[in-house]
Structures are given as structure tokens and as C-alpha cells.
């Protein structure tokens, strides 16, 4: 049984089905035993990076340095040798760590965050023209948890395709929510993902909604053969663009189950305090990145008064521990997979409800047993994938924040909370993040629909230092399209879909800059800005100005009379939501 766990080395990805490596293609969803590789190191003492992902971070930091040249090259800062000041970083490895974290949200976070990852790319010739194209091709790591999982997943699996390559292989306008009618290559029908379950279970494993799910998503998300079969989140490391690092790396997140977190209706929910499981495809457990079936079945057990998943405050008591998201998950979907899991498999609710894997970690202390029980990566309130990136061995310099947890009643925009949800985890246990003010200054300063940088001022940050990286916070916010459907929204129209795309780059490009013609400028001025600091380089002129308008100044707002988050199309203030909604309904 050791040798088991031991050997267990890959990953079927996206929301948490598991296989062991091969070199060979699967033809089902079984997964199969394999020989160990040799010299592998399974497990070592959490002091640092491992030795492979420090290495390939030293390489892809040469990939990034090309890519952040031309990138500055366009913005034509005025002041800033942008050669020059590419030789100097490479001479001092002074090459910023950007990275990019999206939250989760469902469909409404995967897919617009896809909106602003398609404003970044360099290979998108319009991006390029707007000049925000190319951070996507200078960030190091690229990091999801949830729905934010997916479009990470996607550009990854399929090898970095440009993300209007990647858009066009999905089909978002299947339904797979409401048991797809056609069974083909694009979509299963949900006997064949329950045939696929049981394929699994037969080979002697244990199986979790979580499969379900996951094979359910394959379908949209990951690459042929058969809805992504044979991906496996170690795969991504024998990728052309990985293995060349022009690709970042992408990193995923989860949160554990123990014995003895609170239950509502038999389900287990963890505390915010609950540990947090990172994957990459050098240091893995399993892809339980989107996982939250605990939260959907508790919110139609409790006719939606409690469970909204992955809305919880970090209060201790168990009734306040779970807080009502505005828009609820349909009743009927949750307890029909439920009840299929129930009557089809005959398993117990503890059985079916998290992914329940074999623990890489057991035998290393008598409190880890052989199976660990991982849930959505939004469960402990930190909804945006954050905690990877600011462990101080990965050196973050600059943060880009795509938001879209849907955490306000009752229009279902953001207040912060999340991103504050994560300065207070970080500030107890002492990792480098900015300060960040609670939702009364997101909401009247207007954060939830303009971009903000943290953290400029080393003063406003945990460390008091450099080692904080700056974080930039963008809010999925109505610019262009009101984006604001529900997250488990499950289908779109092509028309939709390009709305979602257009909006995001509207946000990123702060509607191509007619907001702000400057603002293009600004974004890479805050890219950069740690790197000029470490090298005591000197801030060019322009960039003071941008970080003055556009760094939070470290002033709060008071809690009192908090306006309602009901906010207008940003590039047509006049054109109201039902004028809007009559010519470009959602639903
Ligand atoms: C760069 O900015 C300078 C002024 O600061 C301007 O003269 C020049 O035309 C700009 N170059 C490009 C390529 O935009
Ligand atoms: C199912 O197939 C029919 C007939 O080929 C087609 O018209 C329809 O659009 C398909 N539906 C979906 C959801 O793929
Ligand atoms: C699902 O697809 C399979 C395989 O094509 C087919 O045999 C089955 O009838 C379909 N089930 C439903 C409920 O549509
Ligand atoms: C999956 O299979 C396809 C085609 O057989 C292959 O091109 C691809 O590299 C494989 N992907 C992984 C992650 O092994
Ligand atoms: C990396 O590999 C891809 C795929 O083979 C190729 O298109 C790209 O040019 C390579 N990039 C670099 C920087 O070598
Ligand atoms: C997490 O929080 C719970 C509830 O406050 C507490 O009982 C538990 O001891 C905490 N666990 C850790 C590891 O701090
Ligand atoms: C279902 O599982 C229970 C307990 O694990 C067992 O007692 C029962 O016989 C099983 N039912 C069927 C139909 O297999
Ligand atoms: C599988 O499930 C059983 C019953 O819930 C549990 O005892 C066991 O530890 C699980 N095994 C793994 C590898 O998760
Ligand atoms: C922000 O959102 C959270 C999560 O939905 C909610 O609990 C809180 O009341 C909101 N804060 C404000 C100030 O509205
Ligand atoms: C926030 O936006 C509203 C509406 O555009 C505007 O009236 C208000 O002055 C803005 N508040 C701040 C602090 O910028
Ligand atoms: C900005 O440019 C994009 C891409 O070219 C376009 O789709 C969008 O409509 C433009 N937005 C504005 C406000 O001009
Ligand atoms: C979307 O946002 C607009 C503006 O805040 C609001 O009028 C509308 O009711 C919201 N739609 C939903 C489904 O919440």
C-alpha cells in the first residue's frame, strides 16, 4: 500500500480525477498501474523550491526577458532605456516575477478572465496595438483555483495555444449542466460520464462527484483524445512550449478536509484556516482545483440559505462560517448527481461528496493517514489563487489579479473580499502580500470597476519591504457587456461569449484607453517597478505619475452607508441595464 502511494506520479487534471503515468494513451478512465520512474524524489522537506522548478524558472526567466523587452519597447515609457534596463536585470537576475492569479467564480470567473488573458497576449495583433499585449508572455507563474482553474487548464493542456486559438476549441454553447443530448467528441452525455466513473471505481479506485465533474469539464477544456484523457498535469511538463519555457507555469490550488471540520447536512466544510494544497506539474498531489460539489449540495439541502460556494466569511462560528452568494445554484442539478452517486454506486455522502486520494504525505507523521480529502480551492474564503504565488521562495515581484467570485448582492460584482480575505491569512502568517483594506474602500473608492495597484509603498505591505510583491486588482466590471451572469450559468452563445471577450479587454485596455490614454504605460510601469527598486534604479518620471494616480494610498473608508454595487456600462453610462439586456439577453 506504501509503495502505492508512493508510486502514485500523475495526475488526470482539471477538477480532480487521477491516474498513474504512462506512456501509453488511455482508452478509459481507469487508471492503471505503471513502474515507478527512477531517481524520483517523492517527497522532501519544505524548505524551498524543488530543484526542478528552480531550474526551469531560471530559463524561463531568459524567455520572459525577451518577452518583457518588446513588451516595454511598445509602451515607449518616456525615460526608461528599455534596453539598458533589460541588460541590467539580466546581469543582476533582477528579471521581475510576474504572475497572474484568477479566482474562482465558475463559468462567470473562467470565462472572463479568458477575456483579460486574451488582452495580454502578445500574439493577439490588436492587444499588441492597445500595448497590453505581451504580459500574458512575461509572467512566470499563472495561477487559477476553481472556475479560475479552467482557462489555466486549457492553455496549458493544449500546449499554449494563443487564446483566441484556445476560445475557438471550445464549445460554450453545449450545455453540459443539463445532461447533454448529443454524445460526441465536444460533450458526453451523463451516462457516459457515469459509465466512465465506473470504469474507475471497477479498476478498485475511489471515485467522488469530483469525476463526475471532471470528466463532465474534459470535454470543454482539455485536449483530444476523448476529453482529455490522457492529460495528466505531470504531461504539461513534456509539452513543447513548458519544456522550452515559453509558456508560464501553471499552479492550481486546493484546500484539505480533515476529521474535524464542521458539517452542514452530513457535508464537511473547511475552516478558513483549513490547509492550502498547491499543484504545478514538478510538485502535485491532484488537480481538485474546481471542487466545490460540498458547498452546491449544503446550499439545496438548505434552500439556498447557507452554501453559496465559496462565499464564507473568516468568522469563527459555524453559522456565520457560510454567506449567501446572490444567484443560486439550481437545487435539481446538485441532487441529481448526488442521487446518481447515491443510487449508482451505492456510496455514502462522506464517500461521494470530496475527491479522497492517496495522501503523498502519509507516514510522515502519525496525524497523516492514507487517504487525504481535498475540496474547491475557494472554500477557506481566499477565492483568488493567491497562495502559491506569495510563498517567499517564489520571489513574486508583480501581481496581476483577475476577480470574479461574485461576492456582492445583489448584481453579483466584487467587493474585495477575497483579495482582503488573503492579506489577513497572510499577515498571520507572516507572507509577503500588500495590505489591503476591507470592502467599504473597494466600494466607494470604486475598485470594483477601475484597476488599483497595492502595496507601491513597501510601507502599506506585510514585510515593510521589497519582498511584497505589488498586486494589481481588476474586478470583473461592466466596461463594454454586463458581465455579471450568474456563475453557474453553464451556457453561450458564440455572440455572448465574444461579448465576454470584448468587455475583458475593455477592462484591461481601460476601453482601449479612452479612459485613460496613458494607462497602458501604467500597468508596465508597476510590472517593473520592484526590479527598478532592488537595482536602486530610478523611477522614470512618467511612471511617479501613474503610481500616484493609480497605487491605493493606504486611507480607508469607513463601514457606514456602503452604496449598493449597481454599476453602469463604464463606456456607455447612458445605455441602462434593461435598455442593455433587450438587445443582448444572457440567459
Ligand atoms: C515615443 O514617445 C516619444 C515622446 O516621448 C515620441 O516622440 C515617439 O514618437 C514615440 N514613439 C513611438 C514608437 O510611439
Ligand atoms: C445535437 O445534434 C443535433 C443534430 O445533429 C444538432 O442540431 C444540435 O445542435 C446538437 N445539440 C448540441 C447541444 O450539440
Ligand atoms: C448517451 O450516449 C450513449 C453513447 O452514444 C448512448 O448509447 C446513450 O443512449 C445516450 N444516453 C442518453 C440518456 O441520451
Ligand atoms: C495526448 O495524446 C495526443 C495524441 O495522441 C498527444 O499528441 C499528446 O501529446 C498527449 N498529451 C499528453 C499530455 O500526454
Ligand atoms: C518553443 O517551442 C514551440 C513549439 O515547438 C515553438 O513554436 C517556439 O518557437 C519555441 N520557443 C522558443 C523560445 O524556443
Ligand atoms: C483552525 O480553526 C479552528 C476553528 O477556529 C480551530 O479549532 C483549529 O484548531 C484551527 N486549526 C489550526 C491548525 O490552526
Ligand atoms: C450499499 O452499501 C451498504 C453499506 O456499505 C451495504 O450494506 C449494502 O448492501 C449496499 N447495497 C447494495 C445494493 O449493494
Ligand atoms: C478510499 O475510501 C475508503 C472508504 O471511504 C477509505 O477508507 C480509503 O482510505 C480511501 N482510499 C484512498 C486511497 O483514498
Ligand atoms: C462583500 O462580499 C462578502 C461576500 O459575499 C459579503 O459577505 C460582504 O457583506 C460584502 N461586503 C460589503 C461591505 O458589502
Ligand atoms: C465612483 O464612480 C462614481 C460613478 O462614476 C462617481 O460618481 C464617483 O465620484 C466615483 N468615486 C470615486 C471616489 O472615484
Ligand atoms: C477596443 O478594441 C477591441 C479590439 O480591437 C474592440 O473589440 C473593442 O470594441 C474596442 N473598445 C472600444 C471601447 O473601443
Ligand atoms: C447586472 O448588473 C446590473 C447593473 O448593476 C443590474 O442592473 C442587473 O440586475 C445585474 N444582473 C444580474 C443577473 O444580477
Redesign the pocket.
Known sequence: MMRYHRCLSAIITLLGTISLVSAVEFSSYAPIYANCPHNQQWLRPAKGLSTQEEAWVRERKSVVANGLESYLQELNISGLDVHKLISEMKKGSNIPTISMAISGGGWGSGLTATGALRAFDARFPDAVKQKTGGLLQSLTYLSGLSGGAWPVMSLATNDFPSINDMVASWHTEIDRFNNPPNNSRYAGNFSTLFYDVADKLEAGFNVSVTDFLGRDFGYEFLPQPRAGLNATLSGIANLPHFKNHSMPMPMFQANRLTY?DVEFFGVKVP????SIFEMTPFDFILGVAAAAFNFWYVEAKSNGSVGSFSKRSLA?TDAAMLSRRAAQFPAENALAIWNGFEEIFNLTLDEAMYPSVPNPFAGTNPAESEALQLTDGSETGQSIAYWGLIQPARKSDFIITWDNDQDQAPYSWNNGTNIYNTYIQARRHGLPFPEIPPPATFIKRNYTNQPVFFGCDTKYTTTHSLSSPIVLYLANSPYSAYTNFTWFQSKYTPVQMHGILVNGFDVVTQGNGTLDSQWSQCLGCAAIDRSLSKMSMKRPQQCEKCLEKYCWDGTYEDGADIPVVDLPLKLAPNVSYAEWNASHPWV
Open positions: 474535524d475552516y478558513y484556516n483549513s469563527l
